[in-house]
């Protein structure tokens, strides 16, 4: 068997007291530099890989500083304290001794205590009912998903609202796991791209994920759609938001 594209993506070479070196892949390009959800879960992969890693991902935050060229780079990842059930993380992506990338992560276990779920998914119909969607081939790291729009599919209209729902899988499919899940939940394009009806200049600044998901959970999932949905609260003097939420075929 070939090797998927997103795992050849994320194979990184241990250089010794958490140092990695990772390399670019031209599949996860974007319109400048790699797609930045490949790039968080590589961030994710060199925690996953360490001996004393404590459990699972429970949070991460990455701050894109700058744009990743393509090529090698390096990534120096540091627990920067162990707790009983948690571990925080910092880490740092670079490329010739320039800090390209900034993250911080907290790991750790989980336990069965009371549970509650307030939201609820999206109403939609079936994967099987939906059309997949095609992008442009600059926009390569979204040949790498099969998407089905049932709102927000990108067009040369303006939009009233910013509201974005899809069926979401990787291409071709791929058991998901945490450095997949946390690739995909950037896979919804700017938010401005949907009001104005145009591509316009707009990049990541700061991603948030926040996972509830467990590896029994993943592991139910496997391979399935994903139901996603996201929209912005505000676009104002250059900078907007954006708010998603991931949903398993089971409806958490």
């Not at 890693?53 to 990842?77: C, H, K, M, W, Y």
């Not at 079936?126 to 729009?149: K, S």
């Not at 291409?171 to 791209?193: G, K, N």
């Amino acid at each position: 068997m070939s090797t998927h594209p997103f795992d050849d993506a994320l194979e990184l070479e241990p250089l010794g007291d958490g140092r990695f070196r990772g390399r670019t892949t031209a599949q996860y390009n974007n319109m400048v530099g790699p797609f930045g959800g490949v790039t968080a879960a590589i961030l994710v992969r060199a925690i996953e890989l360490p001996p004393d890693r404590l459990g699972d991902p429970v949070s991460l935050t990455v701050n894109f500083a700058g744009p990743v060229a393509e090529g090698p780079f390096d990534i120096q990842a540091r627990a920067v304290r162990t707790n009983r059930s948690n571990q925080h993380w910092y880490l740092e992506l670079s490329q010739d001794g320039t800090v390209a990338t900034t993250a911080t992560a907290v790991f750790g276990t989980r336990r069965t205590t009371w549970d509650a779920l307030e939201s609820s998914a999206p109403a939609v119909p079936d994967p099987a009912d939906v059309d997949t969607v095609d992008f442009p081939e600059f926009i390569a790291w979204a040949n790498n998903y099969e998407m089905r729009f049932t709102a927000g599919a990108l067009t040369e209209t303006e939009s009233a609202d910013s509201v974005a729902t899809l069926w979401v899988r990787d291409s071709p499919p791929r058991p998901l796991d945490f450095a997949s899940l946390t690739s995909m939940s950037d896979i919804f394009y700017p938010r401005v791209f949907q009001r104005r009806g145009k591509y316009v200049a707009a990049g990541t600044i700061s991603l948030t994920v926040h996972y509830f998901v467990t590896a029994e959970d993943l592991a139910a999932q496997s391979d399935g759609y994903v139901l996603g949905t996201a929209h912005a609260r505000r676009f104002h003097q250059g900078y907007f938001d954006q708010t998603a939420e991931l949903w398993s075929t089971s409806g958490t």
